[in-house]
DNA sequence: TTTAGTTGTAACCATATTAGTTACAACTAG
DNA sequence: CTAGTTGTAACTAATATGGTTACAACTAAA
């Protein structure tokens, strides 16, 4: 006799808010234009690397074009980089993909009752502390350039193939 | 003769993703509980202080208790800080209410090609970056107590009523 | 012991973002 | 001219968020 028991199990539970990953696939499509140079860059082929739809691909290039970081030829298809890689900061990717807006990071309830001593006070104190707060992790993400990004990606890349 | 003129703007157009609200509700709580210690402070009270529903602060309550940050007394209502304000940072409110899950905030497109030295490897690479990143903006929610806030906070409800 | 008021939750709802997908017009190089 | 590509619009499914109603469980005070 055969007894088979199936538990399903769901993983929802514990979702949280996060930043889009548009920035990590902007990311991961300059590193692929910086490190082949001599591809013919087209949005399927990147989309091959990344692991998604080529429109998907093509929505995010749209944004490093209108961000003036890379070049996109339409009709015959193709994307090359507009910048040195040293002159593109994450922060310029970040901003380039609009994932989170300058300064609002996070979302302070808007409807405090001006009437009330912390209710009508409460927005300014937290609102600075909070914009402080994201500038901080922004700050890191401007300290990062593409080229050193990609350098370090680079010597991964050479120290896998060699350990194999 | 009369002419009206009404022209419809939508406010939508460039949305982003922000940290849920539930945090900047949380510290508006603490707020109340630490200025007005001998109020009694139900969940409508506080609701009117904030600017929302009673069942929106129960459940900010909720978890501000389940991290130990207060006291919430069932039937008779009423809640109370359970540690001092100098105990509390406002990274303790931050994990309190779960708006960002820890080294999460950035969501990174997780299906690169792993045949591609790109794809194989921008993961690990970037996530570094990107958790340094975090922990930066986390690192200024630490450095401030909830006992500075609120002493920035009744400094400028005196400057602001004395100013009338 | 009753009662009035409150908390803790579940169950909904509307809205918005995100990632993915299909479809197709416009374009471009050969 | 044609094959292949980009740029976009339109749609879908999944999920988070903030708000709301409803109600059982609880507690203090009359």
């Known amino acids: 006799m055969n007894l088979v028991v199936t538990i399903m199990v769901t993983t929802k539970g514990c979702y949280a808010m996060q930043i ?13 234009l910086a490190i082949n140079p001599n591809e013919h860059h087209t ?18 290039l749209g944004y490093l074009k209108k961000a ?3 070049h996109v030829r339409a009709g015959s298809g ?3 980089l507009a910048r040195e890689l040293d002159e593109i900061t994450l922060l310029d990717v970040y901003r380039a993909v609009e994932v ?4 609002k990071l996070f979302h ?11 209710g009508a006070n409460i927005e300014t104190v937290l609102q600075l502390l909070l914009v402080k ?16 990004l990609v350098e370090v990606l680079s010597n991964q890349i050479k120290t896998k193939s060699a350990g194999e």
Chains 1, 2 share one sequence.
């Open 43 to 60: 949005s399927e082929w990147i989309a091959g690397s990344v692991g998604t739809n080529p429109v998907i691909i093509r929505r995010v």
């Open 100 to 103: 989170v807006e300058e300064g």
């Open 108 to 118: 302070v309830h808007d409807q405090p009752n001006p009437s009330c001593p912390v």
């Open 133 to 148: 707060a994201q500038h901080a992790m922004e700050g890191v993400l401007e300290a990062v350039t593409m080229k050193e």
């Open 78 to 80: 193709g994307s090359t």
């Open 20 to 32: 889009s990953s548009r920035f990590s696939v902007g990311v991961h499509i300059l590193s692929l």
């Open 68 to 70: 003036g970081l890379v």
